[in-house]
């Protein structure tokens, strides 16, 4: 309950603000729809002209307060108009149906998953490289600092082009860009792993006379299981982010990033804010698997307590 409770209160402070800012943001398009409807609503002032917030104009006319919650085309959505959006969309809706985030969250949790596993394959064994080549720790560490200073959102359509100029389309482009963001965490954090014993149990091992590989096997890697994991819960958030992003410049008609995009071409904003919501449990789900994964292989390996 301890470990609850600070996260519930912050869950309601930012619904608190969320709920908040609901008010100023949707007032005027509230007051521009009561005037189209034959509403009595006091004008604007020209001090409130010059306003944006929408507060002065919401204070004189109090009945447009409840307005501001239920706009068809709202600027900012209430929450519950968010939930509803879901509930409808999720449980509602087949999951064969376009209108499902079921198949659209399908569609980017493959992308997700595909590059997920090849950057943390292609992480680990860059890590093992790095801790026992000198020369790759010189070499490709720091040039795997450096692509991270590249904005995705710009090498998201480079990449997206040149695998479509040679007939590359569908999942895999989509994969790579989730594998160019995962691979990252996973290599520091392999890394640091790998390098966590301390000299006194290497000493150990070369006083058995164990090879390299029985070091690897027998300190190295189990002592670098806690860091993995930790690399893991992260990068598996970044190749989400990577799958939705790869779907933003292709124009797709699936997943989390296509429906992002429908919201906002069509001017309907809880579609947009319903996918991101969406994308936002996924994210938390995977990290909640990860998260439960790591408790039962750490007790079983007699590093945590039962």
């Known amino acids: 309950m301890k470990s609850v409770l600070p996260v519930l209160t912050i869950v309601a402070a930012i619904l608190f603000v969320w709920v908040l800012a609901v008010i100023p943001m949707n007032m005027h398009l509230t007051a521009d729809q009561a005037q189209r409807d034959g509403l009595a609503v006091s004008p604007e ?67 997700t998953l595909l590059g997920f596993a090849i950057g943390t394959g292609l992480g680990i064994l860059l890590a093992v490289g790095i801790v026992y080549n000198r020369a790759m720790d010189m070499s490709v560490m720091p040039w795997a600092i450096a692509s991270q200073t590249i904005p995705i959102l710009a090498l998201a359509p480079m990449i997206i082009v040149m695998l479509g100029a040679i007939g590359i389309q569908g999942l895999l482009p989509k994969a790579i ?67 939705i992003v790869a779907e933003l410049p292709t124009g797709a008609r699936a997943g989390f990033g296509a429906r992002m995009l429908v919201g906002d071409q069509y001017g309907q904003p809880l579609v947009t804010w319903a996918a991101l919501f969406a994308a936002a449990i996924t994210a938390a789900a995977l990290v909640g698997l990860f998260s439960l994964l790591e408790r039962l292989t750490l007790r079983r390996m007699g590093m945590v307590r039962a």
């Open 45 to 111: 002032t020209p001090a409130e002209r010059q306003d944006h917030s929408g507060l002065g104009l919401s204070l004189r006319n109090p009945s447009l307060l409840g307005l501001t919650f239920v706009q068809e085309r709202p600027r900012l959505p209430s929450p519950h108009q968010v939930a509803v959006e879901m509930w409808d969309t999720i449980v509602m809706k087949k999951i064969t149906s376009k209108r499902s985030l079921v198949y659209h969250g399908w569609v980017t949790l493959s992308a």
């Open 177 to 243: 860009i989730s594998a160019y963001l995962s691979f990252f965490p996973v290599v520091v954090g392999m890394v640091k792993g790998l390098r966590s014993p301390d000299g006194m149990q290497l000493d150990l091992l070369r006083t058995y006379h164990a090879s390299p590989a029985q070091g690897f096997w027998k300190l190295r890697l189990p002592a670098s299981v806690p860091y993995l994991f930790a690399s893991l819960k992260i990068g598996i958030s970044a190749s989400l982010v990577g799958a």
